[in-house]
């Protein structure tokens, strides 16, 4: 099997695993770990008061998803090329 069948075998992959919770759950509400661990803390301790306050707010949810979204994608890529540059290997390789 060639590499570019592989990549695209795993490019679809991606696409299904990333696509079958909305597929298969149309209608739930998919929350994030920070707005579950505030309902289980003010559960637990009603007077709960947070130690700190955000520097800078969001204006809304979408701009907070947004600036997520692009501090992964740095992540991502510095990751990446970090093991690009570590794993790559001055010889020749042969296509096969």
Known sequence: M??????????LLVVVIAAAPLWLLPNA????????AEEAILELNP??????????EPASGEVES??????????AGVVGFV???ITKSDKPRTEG
């Not at 947004?66 to 992540?75: D, E, V």
């Open 2 to 11: 060639k590499v570019w069948q592989k990549n695209l075998i795993l490019i």
């Open 29 to 36: 509400e998919f929350g994030g770990a920070d707005g579950e």
């Open 47 to 56: 007077d709960y008061e947070p130690w700190f306050q955000p520097i800078l």
């Open 66 to 75: 947004l600036l997520f979204a692009l501090q992964a994608a740095i992540g």
């Open 83 to 85: 093991l690009g540059r």
